[in-house]
């Protein structure tokens, strides 16, 4: 046996531990429930309402933070395994070759949105990297600056709510008139709520006051004071997983029998907390249990 059919052989074992790890994360995402895809480049653009790009230049880019393809978001798994067999193999073999000779390969081009990139040229090096575990890899990047946090673990339900607090920061522009407002929800239609909510008050305070001044004066002296309560009492401790903004909306759910059952007064204060802490306890278990769902998947991909 030469030295080309060892390269060969080497090529193909190494194409092939791709593709076992890839049938893993599939495996993991269906006993977990967990969308482990790559994410679609356009469809983030698109639902956080970018615009804007900003070359940043060549760098080397966490491969980690590699989450997401312009075009090939179907083709590979979340940490880019391949998940087509014969449309990838050649094409995968020729750039690990590249890599296992020591010839190396040119620099990737990809996006970033806040903490994540998105690959625009260069999805099969970035899956030889990924295999070979380097930390790291050079790509030529552009920014899409964004006021959103984005991390590594987001998953599609989560990008339907980013989508929505798009909108409302469209609508209420709440990131421009209170640049310190950050209003995180876990959940759909909570942002929809606020723009009723700042409808309603918008009415109590008739027509002497721009929108824009309506919504820092609904900011001001409603939502922070009672996240002011929420914040200082320690609550959040028992929801690793939720927002304080999260258990503000579900307060506002509840409101009135919360008012006569744990005598919560108008910005949220509650005086009987213990009644309070029982009312939430199950929700509590379920939330921790999910955090530790959540561990064991990094565990198992190695993350």
Known sequence: MDA????????????????????????????TGHNL???????????LHLHNTVYLGLRDVPLKQIVGSWGRY??????????????????????????LTGQGFPPIYLYKIDQ?????????????????????????????????KLTTDIQPDQLLIKEECAFFLDQTRLHEVRPTADIVFTELGRYRRLLKQIAAYQLDKGKEMSYSEIVGDWYDKFYEPSMGQIKTNGIMKLFPRRTADDLLAWIGDHRKQLSLDC??????????????LARLEQLSIWEVAKVDVGEKIKEWLGQ
Not at 7 to 23: D, H, T
Not at 37 to 47: G, H, P, T
């Open 4 to 31: 080309k059919d060892i390269i060969y052989l080497k090529s193909e074992a190494g194409f092939e531990s791709a593709r076992r790890k890839a049938v893993w994360h599939d495996i993991v995402a269906l006993l």
């Open 37 to 47: 895809q790559l994410l679609s480049f356009d469809e983030v653009v698109q639902k």
């Open 74 to 99: 179907t083709d590979f798994t979340r940490t880019f395994f391949p998940k087509d067999i014969n449309r990838e193999k050649e094409r995968w073999r020729k750039i690990y070759l590249l890599a």
């Open 116 to 148: 994540l990139y998105f690959v625009d040229d260069g999805n099969h090096r970035v899956s030889v990297a990924r295999l070979m575990g380097w930390e790291t890899i050079q790509a030529h990047v552009t920014e899409l600056p964004t006021v959103f």
């Open 263 to 276: 005598q919560m007064d108008g910005v949220g204060y509650v005086k009987d907390m213990p009644k309070f």
